[in-house]
């Protein structure tokens, strides 16, 4: 059932972008490459190459002060060669986990929303 659901958002991503043809074989649309398990939305921060650097927020709670304190967390996630025009510093992108792709990079950007 949950395998089901991710090929539906998978699919729901595919149709719902303009996503030109590549041939990484890392790129989870056009490659073989497969998303499971967690995703986030964040901010670009920086793109390095084929990696961009994902900044969100999260509240972490702590119960000796019975209150709750934001932090921010950066994600290392690889960017398809498909995606690389149309995704810029700033832009509001999901990123879904995948297989370790090198020391840092678990995550894959699937998909900008602003």
Do not use: Q, W
């Not at 950066?74 to 398809?80: D, E, N, T």
């Amino acid at each position: 059932m949950v395998k089901e659901k991710a090929k539906k958002e998978m699919e729901e991503a595919k149709v719902s972008k303009d996503i030109g043809e590549c041939k990484d074989k890392k790129c989870p649309f056009h490659g073989s490459l497969s998303v499971r398990g967690r995703y986030f939305k964040g901010i670009v921060k920086k793109i390095l190459g084929k990696r961009a650097v994902i900044e969100f927020e999260r509240l972490i709670y702590y119960p000796k002060y019975e209150r709750f304190a934001k932090a921010k967390t950066k994600l290392h996630a690889y960017l398809p060669d498909c995606m690389k025009k149309t995704i810029v510093v700033g832009d509001l992108v999901k990123i879904r986990e995948c297989r370790p792709i090198s020391k840092i990079m678990n995550f894959i950007v699937v998909e900008r929303i602003k």
